[in-house]
Nanobody
């Protein structure tokens, strides 16, 4: 069973930085996508960033492109989301999510919540103005 455990998050002033970590385990197949979603109250869960284990392709939503960076450390089985230039509108709960594939997945170009099978419990990020 795939297990995802988030850490990091917290409170920061506008313009500041935070880093989220997600430690993963239990992947059976060699191909997977792992990344981050966020969901503000009353809004849809939004795919923020993800990385494919097959080719290292990375997806960023337009709302975070240029400010957030995703990275994966396979030795530590951890994926990181470095969040810089944070804005109050980034305030919400961030979820680590993953899905597995039987065959390699290349050219990651989207993250849709209904395609993901495994979810962490979430980490709160609060950006004060």
């Amino acid at each position: 069973e795939v297990r995802l455990v988030e850490s990091g998050g917290g409170l920061v002033q506008s313009g500041g930085s935070l880093r989220l970590s997600c430690t993963f385990s239990g992947f059976v197949f060699g191909a997977y996508v792992i990344g981050w979603f966020r969901q503000a109250p009353g809004k849809e869960r939004e795919g923020v960033s993800g990385v494919s284990s097959s080719d290292g392709s990375i997806y960023y939503s337009d709302s975070v492109k240029g400010r957030f960076t995703i990275a994966i450390d396979n030795d530590k089985r951890t994926v990181y989301l470095q969040m810089n230039s944070l804005k109050p509108e980034d305030t919400t709960v961030y979820f680590c999510a993953a899905r597995e594939f039987l065959s390699p997945i290349t050219g990651l170009s989207r993250m849709l919540k209904w395609e993901y099978d495994y979810w962490g419990k979430g980490a709160q990020v609060t950006v004060s103005s």
